[in-house]
């Protein structure tokens, strides 16, 4: 199993595989992932099964879960509770985030 990983490498792998998110952590009890929008970008997350917390390495935008809303920039974490709506909006600068679902993402 691994233990070490560097943002800039997770978010070149990101990067390639061509998807938004590039989970690099599983086991039973939870999962992590980053999570890369550019500047303008569409979030198309759905509500989760698991619970959720985010950490925003890098960038700025806002967040809205359910009815409340926030700018969210580097150094924000950010919770959201399993099957509550939640998306980024307004991505002003290129937004990557480490996600940590508990337990692992279904």
């Known amino acids: 199993m691994r233990h070490f990983y560097e943002i800039s490498e997770l978010g070149e792998q990101r990067r390639n595989s061509c998807n938004l ?7 039973p009890s939870m999962s992590a992932g980053v999570y890369i929008l550019s500047p303008g970008a569409t979030d198309p997350q ?6 959720e917390l985010y950490y925003v390495v890098r960038g700025s935008a806002r967040m809205r879960i359910g009815a ?6 580097a150094g924000s974490v950010i919770f959201v ?5 939640h998306h980024f909006h307004d991505v002003t600068d290129e937004l990557i985030v480490l996600v940590f679902f508990a337990p692992a993402e279904t």
Not at 21 to 27: A, D, H, Q, W
Not at 46 to 51: G, L, T, V, Y
């Open 21 to 27: 998110y590039l989970e690099f952590l599983r086991v």
């Open 46 to 51: 759905k509500p989760h099964n698991e619970d």
């Open 68 to 73: 409340e809303e926030r700018p969210v920039s």
């Open 81 to 85: 509770e399993a099957h509550q709506p």
